[in-house]
């Protein structure tokens, strides 16, 4: 696997985690269910408008939508995606 981005950042004990942000979704909610537990965040972006939007790969709910097959714009603009943070810890 190779995404397009990985974050650090400390957890509420201060150990480090790996934050995996990548638009592909279908292959990324697949790696995401096999290994949820080593990471903080695994997130897929997307523009919608002027707007970045983020599904959060760890819901399982997510995951589920993106198997079922509605177009990627279609869950980035639906209630499953939120709108992406300027900051986030």
């Not at 592909?24 to 970045?52: N, P, T």
């Not at 198997?67 to 639906?78: N, Q, V, Y």
Request: glycine share 6%.
């Amino acid at each position: 696997m190779r995404p397009d981005f990985i974050f650090f950042s400390e957890d509420e004990t201060g150990a480090v985690q790996a934050n995996i942000i990548d638009p592909h979704e279908q292959f990324l909610a697949d790696y995401a269910e096999s290994r949820e537990v080593h990471f903080g965040r695994i997130e897929a972006s997307g523009k919608v408008g002027d707007a970045f939007r983020v599904l959060d790969l760890l819901d399982v709910n997510v995951r589920d939508a993106i198997r079922l097959g509605p177009s990627a714009k279609t869950l980035f603009e639906g209630p499953k995606a939120q709108p992406y943070p300027k900051h986030r810890n």
